[in-house]
């Protein structure tokens, strides 16, 4: 049986899936698709004498001096696993890496080479799958060549029938690989010289304002390779659209939804083939007379499932993701010749104009969904993916509650396997193509090697652009979580690519909206000038709430520095020191220049300006990283509550630059490579809430923002402050109604707590109750003094916690903090980790349910922990540690 997850027979992750969940399909799976993943290795082509045909026609091919080989994978992750270079990520370490501009091509020119053990019975056809290789490529297999022809792209998928040229018994296979040509010179503009982009691949990889070159631009078999079995008829790329009419609840019954399923069928015969073609789900069965002549590939026609009450797939926050399996075979003469299965999700997403904030309005079932979204570079910027990562980094989104991520256009097309972990977080995704602004021409750059005219024309080979766009839209369209598509990152692809595209769109997919650009008009009407999104600094609260942007703005974003825990990890010693802001005589009268070690220069820190200081001077880098994490938590808690509070007023909808990093950068991440999270994710987390009461800066109001599709009445908001001793003061407490995905204005309580905070600041605490008196939401703020500093934080006393851990699980963890006295100040802005009893370090990735917890005076605080893996739970130890708490290490108890 062969397996097709969400299209892609190629996914190891659904293989793992099918032998976990059904084991009577795993020796199926195991004879049908095997991934070669182990046993390879790589030589450079300078060191290799013979060609492909005499590499795989020895049959003792001489090993000596080739070095084992990460595949999937590139030269730079097989120089890193076997020790020949430093980890780029660490300090300045790349800079010890020769560059590719420099060596010339060759240098990272590399045969790759595997030997594998197969059966090969008669009346079977055996298919080799490269799922990617950057850049180009020759295969040879037994002696003999497999492309007739170089393949040329990044992300071009290949398939060939190798059953002429396999043996029973030991197969041996050798890949040249070549690196992009040009390679781009990574001069410091953002993708260097820009010519990276003449090629079909990412453009990262020449540089870029958050991440240094790549030195191999990441040349290498870079996706999974299978060797695949099947009978004569192979099929292939099956498509399923998913028509839901009308307005839908979740929860309810539901009216029936239509499927219109097709396959495409490859004879591989020199006879014609009469068979049937069946489709399996939810107990029907649909069946199709084929006729296929010799060597023939036809595209079947639709046929038409109808489900009845369908559980249907819903974005984070509004509902459940319901999944559905959609098993496909081609059966002749009573064999069965293949078999596929397509895990899907029933949904119908569609888009309209909203005329009164003029950019772009989202419909899931027939429901409006205010878009909260983050912008995805790419899970590793050396390419090394994982079905853990991917599922660790979705969740991380969906713990944030966000509904979208977008991709951007100056990397890949993403993975089925990060697509699969969206299906299950729900998650929205923008999809970008391999166009943008910086490297194809929207700007006059000095740093550029060609004009914009010449770059508008980027890249050299159009059609190579429009098949590789036509395979990856078949690879990925049956994932109900990608939702649209978008031309490029803030320019569209040029005038002999934009068309054609539309029109492979419209035959291949026809059902998801596409912008031509991430900045389009179409999307979100440009007003105000510029790109269209932005901006990407530091900004005061009170501006997300009175200044008014782009009203679907696919780009906003600000600081991200990890604490000292993280910086630690690739930072040396010698560069733990603070930023330093000059003073205007310092630096020449410019007094946002910065003094910085060239470590944090070089992992492009981008100023907090005065934000941290406002915090009292830091005493060294934990001081300044801790501080740092007070603002992160601010500034996204702030930025998308700004947001919520113009609903369909000023927006549509807002996506955050960035939410994840693929290197050691230091700005834009709610979590870093390592998957350590920032406070940044948890202030983020709380201010996306679907039910969440609020408070606007400016207007000094108290507000809730309801993204869910039901009215909630009855509910009851509770407001009070507390002091730096303790003391608590009530503000405002009132039972309000609030409609279906909106936000509205309540209590003004500005003219009490300006008094409260005028020397000293203020704690404020706001909770939401409902009518069974249910806790729902809490909001807890720290507000500054009257002249925006937080003076009462710098003189703060002690407060005593009680911590518990107990273990409620194979891989939870509750957490318990309780302040335990009412004479106590607030323990303010406490960090819990899981650390490793051994190297004192954190365990990464850790999921909790909160994190930077403040606890006010006699009162308890409850968090839960998934570790994530269950054999995590042994040698572990909790540690807490705050603002005015000190460290406390807790035991874990249970069974």
């Known amino acids: 049986m062969k397996i097709v997850h969400a299209f892609s027979r190629t996914s190891a992750f659904f293989v793992l899936f099918i032998l976990i969940q059904h084991s009577s399909f795993s020796v199926a799976v195991a004879q049908k698709l095997r991934q070669l993943k182990t046993g390879w290795i790589c030589k450079p082509i300078s060191e290799v004498i013979p060609e492909g045909e005499e590499i795989t026609g020895k049959s003792d091919m001489d090993k000596n001096g080739w070095l084992p080989a990460v595949v999937p994978g590139t030269v730079l992750t097989t120089l890193l696993e076997n020790g020949k270079i430093p980890d780029p990520f660490y300090g300045m370490n790349n800079e010890e890496i020769p560059d590719i501009y420099d060596t010339g091509r060759d240098h990272y020119t590399y045969w790759f080479y595997n030997e594998f053990e197969l059966n090969a019975t008669k009346g079977n056809e055996f298919w080799l799958i490269l799922r990617g290789v950057n850049y180009s490529c020759e295969i040879f297999l037994n002696g003999k060549k497999v492309n007739p022809s170089t393949h040329y792209g990044m992300f071009l998928r290949q398939k060939y029938n190798i059953t002429s040229g396999i043996m029973d018994g030991t197969n041996k296979l050798a890949v040249l690989v070549y690196p992009p040509d040009p390679v781009g010179n990574p001069n410091g503009g953002q993708g260097g010289d820009g010519t990276i982009a003449k090629n079909v691949t990412h453009q990262y990889v020449a540089g870029w304002d958050w991440i240094q070159p790549v030195r191999d631009r990441n040349t290498g078999i870079w996706d999974k390779v299978f060797i695949e079995r099947t009978g004569p008829v192979d099929i292939r790329n099956p498509h399923i659209i998913t028509i839901v009419p009308g307005q839908r609840y979740p929860g309810n019954k539901q009216d029936p939804a239509r499927l219109l399923i097709s396959s495409e069928l490859i004879n591989t015969g020199k006879k014609s ?16 007379a084929i006729s296929l002549g010799p060597h023939a590939t036809t595209k079947t026609e639709q046929i038409e499932v109808l489900i009845e009450n369908p559980k249907l797939w819903w974005p984070n926050g509004y509902g459940d993701q319901a999944l559905y399996d959609l098993d496909i075979q081609f059966k002749s003469k009573r064999k069965i010749s293949d078999t596929e299965t397509v895990r899907f999700g029933i949904r119908e997403i569609q888009t309209e104009w909203n005329a009164r904030t003029q950019s772009r309005q989202v419909y899931v079932n027939g429901q409006k969904i205010f878009i909260k979204g983050g912008n995805w570079i790419i899970s590793d910027a050396m390419l090394r993916f994982s079905d853990m990562r991917y599922d660790a980094e979705v969740r991380m989104h969906r713990d944030m509650n966000l509904n979208t991520i977008r991709i951007w256009g100056g990397a890949i097309t993403e993975r089925p396997e990060f697509y699969e972990a969206c299906d299950t977080y ?42 590789s766009a036509s395979d990856q839209i078949k690879m990925i369209r049956n994932h109900p979580s990608l939702a649209f598509w978008c031309g490029g990152n803030e320019l569209p692809p040029g005038e002999d690519l934009l068309n054609p595209l539309k029109d492979t769109l419209s035959l291949l997919d026809g059902t998801r909206w596409f912008a031509e650009y991430s900045t389009s008009d179409s999307m979100s009407f ?11 600094g530091i900004q005061e609260l009170s501006t997300f709430f009175e200044h008014r942007t782009f009203p679907f703005n696919s780009e906003v974003g600000s600081v991200g520095l990890p604490d000292y825990e993280g910086l630690r990890r690739y930072l040396p010693d ?52 801790f501080r740092a994490q007070l603002v ?44 350590d999270q920032n406070a940044g994710l948890y202030g983020l987390r709380n201010g996306s809430k679907s039910l969440h009461v609020f408070f606007d800066h400016t207007a000094n109001q108290v507000m809730i923002a309801n993204n869910t599709f039901v009215q909630h009445n009855d509910l009851m908001i509770r407001v009070h402050a507390y002091d730096m001793s303790g003391k608590k003061t009530t503000l405002y407490q009132e039972v309000v109604t609030i409609l279906p995905t909106s936000s509205k204005r309540y209590g003004t309580i500005g003219r009490k707590l300006d008094a409260l905070k005028k020397e000293a600041g203020v704690f404020l605490d706001m909770k939401l109750f409902n009518n069974k008196q249910e806790l729902v939401d809490e909001n807890f703020y720290w507000l500054p003094n009257e002249t925006g500093h937080f003076s009462g934080l710098q003189h703060m006393s002690d407060a005593q916690l009680s911590i518990t851990a107990t273990r409620i699980g194979d891989n939870l963890l509750e957490v318990g903090l ?45 968090i839960t922990i998934d570790l994530s893996s269950p054999e995590r739970t042994s040698d572990l130890k909790v540690r807490v540690q705050g603002w005015n708490t000190e460290q406390v290490d807790a035991e874990i108890s249970g069974p």
Not at 273 to 285: A, F, P, S, T, V
Not at 433 to 440: L, P
């Open 273 to 288: 083939i009469q068979g049937e073609l069946i489709y399996l789900i939810e107990n029907q069965r649909k069946t199709m």
């Open 426 to 467: 729900g998650m929205l995704v923008m999809q970008d193509f391999w166009i943008s602004g910086d490297c194809n021409g929207r700007w006059l750059d000095p740093r550029k090697k060609e004009d914009q005219w010449t770059r508008r024309k980027y890249p050299d080979d159009s059609r190579l652009f429009l098949r």
């Open 526 to 536: 440009n007003t105000f000038g510029g790109n269209g999104d932005g901006p990407y």
């Open 574 to 625: 010698s560069a733990m020191v603070i930023p330093k802001r000059l003073s205007p005589k310092e630096s020449s009268g410019n007094w946002r220049r910065i003094n910085l070690h060239p470590a944090w220069r070089y992992h492009k820190f981008i100023p907090y300006n005065d934000f941290i200081e406002k915090y009292g001077e830091p005493a060294n880098v934990k001081d300044y990283a």
């Open 632 to 675: 992160n938590y601010n500034q996204y808690r702030g930025l998308i509550e700004g947001f919520s509070s113009h609903m369909w007023e000023w927006y549509t909808g807002v996506m955050i630059w960035k939410t994840q990093n693929p290197w050691t950068s230091m700005r834009g991440q709610m979590y870093d490579c390592y998957l």
């Open 818 to 862: 309780e302040n335990t006295s009412d004479k106590n100040p607030v323990a303010f802005f406490n960090r819990i980790s899981v650390v490793d009893k051994k190297t004192e370090r954190r365990v990464l990735p850790v999921f909790y349910s909160d994190n930077y917890i403040s606890v006010p005076p006699a009162t308890s605080r409850f």
